[in-house]
């Protein structure tokens, strides 16, 4: 899997424009496909399981045959899609040359010819996903005590481009490291998506419970502008 296919190479190390005897045109290039790929596991399988699974194969994918800039460039591009974000996924992917002979990134090739496959379990969860319980079932979940917890830096990364650390406290609850980010950059927590290893964050899990290591980065999409300067955003305890 994400092995270079020597056959689909020219003398030039490009994608041929013919057919190798499947149909598909090498060299071909579709648009991302907004279809969701459905698979069931083998168990029914929980977020924490799922996210194990996605990061072995996204530590390990680098080792394959092709250059680590494509891999990265494929990881984002596939955090966006299952965020729903395609068009940061596809811009990711025209950013990094890479192309689609199928519309799916199931099957990619980059423009030496260098041939890479993703799993379907890092572009959607499985049909037989546990659920986690509703947050309106830990109300108390979303407000934790402000001076409770451990304090701790957070990788974020947003969608803006800029990558900053956040201090946080490992009994906050995602809504409140929303409101941490607002009175830091000042985007209101409704305009703030945030995903780690694929998968969205829920308002109300606590950074204890997500065990996101110091190392690891979480990924913020922003929908929405931040506040003018005369905007005062919401004042966070610390």
């Not at 099957?107 to 260098?114: A, I, M, Q, R, T």
């Not at 964050?201 to 990924?219: F, G, N």
């Amino acid at each position: 899997m994400g092995g270079c296919v020597g056959s689909h190479h020219d003398s030039s190390g490009s994608l041929n424009e013919n057919s190798d005897g499947t149909g598909v045109a090498l060299g071909r290039n579709h648009s991302l496909k907004r279809d969701k790929p459905k698979w069931k596991s083998d168990y029914p399988m929980t977020d924490g399981q799922l996210r194990s699974k996605r990061d072995e194969f996204w530590d390990t994918a680098p080792a394959f045959e092709g250059r680590k800039e494509i891999w990265d460039a494929l990881k984002a591009a596939a955090q966006a899609f299952e965020s729903n974000d395609h068009e940061l996924a596809q811009a990711i992917l025209d950013g990094a040359s890479i192309t689609l002979p199928h519309g799916a990134l199931t099957e990619c090739y980059d423009e030496l010819g260098n041939r890479y496959q993703l799993p379907v379990y890092c572009l959607a969860p499985p049909i037989n996903m546990m659920e986690e319980k509703s947050d309106l079932e830990a109300p108390e979940a979303l407000e934790p005590p402000p001076s409770s917890g451990q304090e701790c830096q957070l990788r974020l990364r947003l969608s803006t481009g800029k990558d900053l650390r956040l201090a946080v406290r490992t009994s906050d609850s995602v809504q409140h490291m929303k409101r941490r980010l607002q009175a830091e950059e000042g985007v209101a927590p409704g305009g703030q998506r945030w995903f780690f290893s694929g998968r969205p964050l829920a308002d109300r899990m606590t950074l204890e419970e997500l065990k996101i290591s110091r190392d690891y980065v979480v990924q913020v999409i922003v929908s929405q502008p931040p506040l003018p300067p005369s905007q005062d955003p919401t004042p966070v305890e610390n």
